[in-house]
């Protein structure tokens, strides 16, 4: 990524349990998790679980900026297809997302997954919806 991208204040509930740090710029953002055993499967490697929870967030994240700029509040993800390459055991999983397009209603972003050795793990493309909250609600 070539852009310097700002650190995410007001972690989530869901990113503080994980663990995971955020890192986002204008379509683009980077996820790192430091894994633990809680973030791994029976066999020792990342959950596909935590693999497609860094995804959605990464993915998330470069796209707030289309979402605010049109007005909208918020984003849900539509759907997300992964490709699972290979393990990531111990050390940092690091997930780079970026903004791909979109429209009025929908955007498209795509990431990929990387291990401690910077090796590939895995990829993900993803659709998100723009939402609106009535006036009065909170988000």
Do not use: W
């Not at 995971?20 to 973030?39: C, K, M």
């Not at 994240?61 to 990531?88: H, Q, W």
């Amino acid at each position: 990524m070539d852009r310097v991208l700002r650190n995410i204040s007001g972690d989530s509930g869901f990113q503080r349990n994980m663990g995971y740090h955020v890192e986002a710029g204008d379509g683009e953002a980077t996820v790192t998790l430091e894994l633990a055993e809680r973030h791994l499967n029976r066999a020792g490697i990342a959950h596909g679980g935590t693999v497609m929870a860094l995804f959605d967030a990464a993915m998330g994240y470069a796209c707030a900026p289309a979402v605010k700029e049109d007005g909208y509040r918020g984003l849900v993800t539509v759907s997300m297809t992964t490709n699972f390459i290979g393990p990531a055991s111990d050390g940092t999983l690091r997930v780079e997302g970026r903004r791909t397009g979109g429209g009025r209603k929908l955007v498209f972003c795509e990431a990929k997954a990387f291990d401690s050795a910077g090796e590939l793990v895995a990829t993900c493309t993803g659709t998100f919806r723009k939402f609106t909250v009535p006036e009065g609600e909170s988000a």
